[in-house]
């Protein structure tokens, strides 16, 4: 394949006055030499490559690397080729600077029709704001001497044994027995390795499943508040989205009656454990009543259970999943346990949905990133992912109370809150909207950006309270 700098060696030969070409390509490649992009010892193409590229007779590529050769900046490699000198001097400096970066390229659909994203990608940060949104975790608190030492030691061990090659698309054997076994000890999900399904992020998770589930014209039922990535998932999918209630116990289970003998309803998406965004557990009661309404109705329980490890206080509920394990699409991440950027999340279900689901992964990406799954292994086998997450509740829950004696001191009477029990959120209801209209209007001075108040509703009638989310990462 030829390399980028052949583009700039075009440019360069194209726009040359007179001199014979030879010497034109012979003064390029000088020029990339001593600019670093060409490296010594590097292979040249072959002559018959570059003479395409540069579109020019090959005889006068053969001519311009001999005359080189004869000048020192090459060497013949004999039949493996042409190279540059090895022993020219490297200009590290300058090998590093890069390409010009090209004129914009812009398509639209009289190009080739394409399916245009809806808005601007969710998660694309913009400038070096503070976003105060649904409660990332304080990247700063991440181990990252440990972290380092856990991509040697299995990038080291992976190498040896020759174990860098495709592998199960359901992610890595020793990633997903450890997460079994974490959730069959601490959240009560009979499950092992056959179980689990690790994808990119709980996102991927809920959009592959709703990838096995949907079919035109089914209905995925929805919280009035939720969580939007996971409503834009079963969009993109084909699903109809229903909304329905929701109150201080979580989802209105006679709403979702309603909306079964109403709709044909697959699935539904709930977050019991901390319902995203207003923070409240879902009521025993609504959670046994909605598991009937499944069982009557036949569709999936998506249990997104995002930030299980954060309570501060009580032992929080078991999840659904660990009493309904036929019923529930389970869903976790280690985005809010580590950092996101790891980009881990997974899957816990019935086998035959998991294989359902490493068929769509091996349709993406072919099995993910085995590596980065063996260092989250390697880190929860070898305990530091408890001492972390111990480490890091004491913190978050001292941010919590201190994030709550300023709201008092600084919006008090303005505002309600609860205080929740765990997560790294709180959500804030403002007595009047346009004490929060006038905080988001003035957040951009002060370099703070907001998740809008708007963005947690499913549906656009706008009609909620004014509330927001503060985090505590
Ligand atoms: C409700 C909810 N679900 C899931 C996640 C985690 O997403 P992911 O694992 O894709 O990073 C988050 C993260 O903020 C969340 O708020």
Known sequence: MLRPWTLLLKERVDIAPDSPRYMQV??????????????????????????????????????????????????????????????????????????????????????????????RPIAIPVGHWRKLDEGVPDGRLLPTDLLARAYRKVAEDAARANNLSYRDPRGSPELRREIADMLRRQRGLMVGADHICITRGSQMGVFLTARILIRPGDAVLVERLTYEPAVAA???????????????????????????????????????????????SMRPDRRLRLLELARQFAFAVIEDDYDHEFHFGAQPLLPMASYAPARVIYAGSMSK??????????????????????????????????????????????????????????IYAARRDAFARSLDETLGGL???????????????????????????????????????????????????????????
Request: proline share 5%; net charge negative.
């Open 415 to 473: 505002l309600d809150y609860r205080m929740p029990d765990g997560g790294l959120a709180f959500w804030l209801r403002f007595r009047d909207t346009a004490t929060l209209d006038r905080i988001e209007t003035r957040a951009p001075a002060l370099g703070l950006s907001f998740a809008s108040s708007h963005s947690y509703t499913a549906d656009d009638s706008g009609t909620w309270p004014a509330s927001g989310l503060c985090q505590l990462g």
């Open 26 to 119: 012979a003064h390029g490649l000088i020029h990339e030499i001593e600019r670093g992009r060409l490296l010594p010892g590097e292979y040249l193409p072959s002559s018959r490559d570059l003479a395409n590229a540069l579109d020019v007779n090959r005889k006068t590529i053969v001519t311009a690397y001999e005359e080189l050769i004869a000048q020192g900046w090459l060497a013949s490699a004999g039949t493996r080729g042409t190279m540059v000198s090895s022993s020219l001097p490297r200009h590290e400096a300058v090998a590093s600077e890069r390409l010009p970066v090209p004129a914009a390229i812009a398509v639209d659909e009289t190009e080739y029709p394409f399916l245009a994203a809806p808005g």
């Open 337 to 394: 346990l580590l950092v996101p950027a790891l980009r881990i999340g997974y899957i816990a279900a019935a086998p035959q949905v998991i294989d359902a689901l490493a068929y769509q992964v091996s349709l993406i990406d072919g099995m993910g990133n085995h590596i980065t799954e063996n260092v989250a292994a390697h880190l929860l086998e070898s305990g530091e992912v408890r001492r972390h997450i111990r480490k890091t509740a004491q």
């Open 234 to 280: 079963f969009r993109a999918c084909g699903a109809k989205i229903v909304t329905v209630g929701l109150d201080e116990d979580g989802v209105d289970v006679a709403d979702v009656e309603r909306a079964c003998r109403k709709h044909r309803v697959r699935a539904i998406f709930v977050t019991p454990h901390h319902q995203f965004p207003t923070t409240v």
